[in-house]
């Protein structure tokens, strides 16, 4: 369930409880499936430069003391007289945890098994396999050494998310511009493709660090993120008020965000698909890029089989995990429609290549990743009124009603999508704060218990709280 708050900004804050920690599921039984079709052997296409990550960018990280100061962004509260809070040192200890603490959860005894498990001769927090989702870990002559300044101990720290402060620390405060700021080194967190591909590199992975299935079951968590919601919940440490423009820089929208995050999620699957050094499991594909319930479940626990039909798959087989797909279809029908047609038709031959062998696996990836390269573009433009916010929530919600969201993945993206949609609500204006917070506190929170637990997902259930929910904002 959901609770609401506000930030610093005097913005609603969410804060949610289930659907975004859900648990890896330890009572499995494996299916046998045998896939005709491996990306492994396909060359890898190319891809549009994007930013150099903070982990792997040119320039010496400071360390977190560097940012801490009272009258830098150590404020212990927000100062409105300035250009930015001056307090997100405080916010990202006191709020984001899962950030600052990302480095300690390595000293754990469920770190250690997991390390075990896999064979690694080194402890997790002293290995870079772990230290390069769980810390800022850039290599060890791009940290200032000198007077303890960078602290590997400090976790998911500023320069992890904003890159080097070397040569941007002392003129950033001085009148600099946003883009002389980035020319200097600085990441662009405001731009949402920019800050999608930083999130989704520890989220999902990428070419340089990648949560496979080896180590899943070692025993790492089930992956979960969806960029506008979790961003919502970091909290946000800036107010994107009036100066923060002026200075050059990308208002944030959820909506657009939520889209925009989704699209890069497929084209980091696709990526992943594609890439001969990650594809691989002897004989199988890489399994974290399917469904994990199309091959587990408990072995004591009757499970019927539901047909999706849009798959054009019949049971005992493995499948892709669609749900950022099924999610992206839904923005571009609001989008491009044309757009979301050809998707929906791709993802079909995609499904029947990557599972039965049916069709050019590597031609439709590809050519799905082009049309993302050409949509991108087209939803950074994306203009979400409040016509937008309605059209979207019916395209969601009438997707579950048509039985796509039977996968546990997909109602969880969907579930996600509904959350951040309804808040939007409430800040376009098309629901009063009553109405938020008793639909938050029913059919929200109903939504979301259905997919708390994986072990536990009920899709007819899920389908019964997405009818209610539609129900509940039908007309507004």
Aim: glycine fraction near 6%.
């Amino acid at each position: 369930m959901a609770t609401r708050s506000f930030d610093t900004t005097g913005r609603p804050a969410l804060r949610a409880l289930g659907a975004t920690g859900a648990a890896w599921p330890r009572r499995l039984a494996l299916f046998l499936v045998v896939c005709t079709s491996t990306f492994a052997s396909l060359p890898q296409p190319a891809r549009a430069a994007d930013p150099t990550l903070p982990q792997y960018g040119p320039d010496k990280h400071e360390g977190v003391s560097s940012c801490d100061g009272s009258t830098c962004h150590g404020s212990a509260g927000p100062r409105n007289d300035r250009n930015v809070l001056q307090n997100e040192y405080v916010t990202w200890v006191e709020e984001d945890r899962h950030h600052t603490r990302a480095y300690k959860v390595l000293l754990n005894k469920d770190s250690l098994r997991i390390s075990r498990n896999l064979g690694r001769k080194q402890k997790p927090h002293q290995d870079d396999l772990c230290l390069d989702c769980h810390a800022d870990n850039p290599p060890k002559d791009k940290r200032r050494t000198e007077n303890n300044a960078f602290q590997i101990e400090d976790g998911v720290g500023c320069e992890a998310c904003h890159g080097g402060a070397e040569r941007y620390l002392r003129p950033h405060d001085s009148g600099n511009t946003h883009a002389k700021n980035i020319e200097l080194g600085l990441y662009p967190t405001d731009q949402p493709v920019a800050r999608a591909r930083l999130c989704l590199s520890c989220h999902f992975g990428n070419r340089q660090k990648f949560v496979d299935h080896r180590l899943m079951g070692a025993g790492h968590p089930r992956q979960s993120f969806e960029l506008a919601l979790f961003s919502i919940l970091q909290p946000y440490h800036w107010e994107p008020d009036e100066d923060y423009t002026k200075r050059g820089k990308q208002a944030p929208n959820d909506i657009k965000i939520w889209a925009i995050g989704q699209a890069v999620a497929v084209d980091e699957v696709l990526d992943a698909m594609l890439d001969p050094k990650r594809n691989r499991m002897g004989l199988f594909p890489e399994l974290v890029l399917y469904d994990c319930h199309a091959c587990h479940h408990p072995i004591d626990k009757k499970q019927d089989w539901q047909p999706r039909q849009s798959t054009g798959l019949g049971p005992g087989v493995a499948r892709l995990n669609d749900a950022s797909f099924l999610m992206l279809m839904q923005a571009l029908r609001v989008v491009d429609a044309g757009a979301a047609e050809k998707l929906r038709k791709d993802l079909r031959a995609l499904h029947q290549a990557a599972s039965e062998g049916r069709g050019d696996a590597q031609a439709l990836a590809t050519s799905v990743r082009a049309d993302i390269a050409r949509l991108l573009p087209k939803l950074e433009a994306w203009r979400v009124d409040k016509a937008a916010l309605r059209k979207l929530s019916k395209a969601i919600l009438d997707e579950a009603m048509s039985g796509e969201y039977t996968d546990y993945a997909g109602s969880e993206q969907a579930a996600m999508a509904l959350q951040t949609i309804v808040y939007n609500y409430l800040i376009e204006g098309l629901i009063d704060d009553a109405t938020y917070d008793s639909i938050e506190g029913r059919e929200l929170s109903k939504l979301l218990a259905t997919v708390q637990d994986p072990d536990r997902f009920d899709p007819n259930g899920a389908k019964a709280a997405f009818k209610q929910l539609q129900t509940r904002l039908a007309g507004r």
